[in-house]
């Protein structure tokens, strides 16, 4: 990526950002449509004028499948006991919430894991793991698994509330791991599905605790 391009890349991420923490979204429904808007139509566009990439450059394949199982693997285990740690030591499991109608019926909690939790994760990790680490990739190497880490990690401190922020945490503390796994394998298959195991598990042990 040529050096103008990757400045008004850098730009484009910075505002739209800006403007989406701005933006003003009231509602389950407006912050759904506002995500889709700056999250993943906004940065399709921006590529198709600008960039000018094919889209399976930002992680759309499965590419080298055994980077992207092996680093799966690997940071599903990392992860797994780091929550084991964090749920022993502090009252995390108690203050992270699931609604209280997937509790209640077998039926609504796969519903609300397959078009809910499902679609948001691919939303994430399309924009931070897809369209941010592409750009920052070819330029600052390994860093970029860093830094899109940090950009998500400032994006959910400049915009919610303490609940807000817990709910975020599964998704902060596999920020990194789903950087390495997509900055490996070239795709955001293995992280998504990581990421979206995690969120599934988390989910069970919530629920068991309450039952």
């Not at 407006?30 to 139509?41: C, G, P």
């Not at 394949?61 to 680093?71: C, M, N, P, V």
């Amino acid at each position: 990526m040529k050096t103008k391009e990757f400045t008004i890349s850098i730009i484009f991420i910075v505002v739209s950002l800006l403007i989406h923490r701005l933006f003003p979204a009231d509602g389950i429904f407006q912050q759904i449509i506002a995500t889709l808007v700056f999250f993943v139509a906004l940065p399709l566009l921006f590529n198709k004028f600008i960039l000018k990439k094919e889209v399976r450059e930002f992680g759309f394949g499965l590419f080298d499948y055994r980077q992207g199982l092996l680093w799966s693997i690997f940071s599903l285990l990392i992860v797994g006991a780091v929550f084991f740690i964090i749920s022993s030591y502090s009252e995390f499991l108690n203050n992270y919430t699931v609604p209280v109608y997937i509790t209640e019926k077998f039926s609504n909690f796969i519903i609300y894991e397959l078009f809910l939790i499902i679609p948001f994760v691919f939303v994430y990790e399309f924009y931070f793991r897809g369209f941010v680490l592409a750009i920052l990739r070819d330029k600052i190497g390994y860093w970029s698994i860093l830094v899109q880490s940090l950009v998500f990690l400032i994006l959910v401190l400049i915009g919610g509330n303490a609940v807000g922020f817990t709910q975020f945490i599964p998704y902060l503390v596999f920020a990194p791991f789903a950087g390495i796994i997509a900055y490996k394998s070239r795709s955001i298959i293995y992280s998504a599905a990581s990421q979206f195991l995690v969120l599934f598990f988390l989910s069970l042990v919530i629920i068991k605790r309450i039952g």
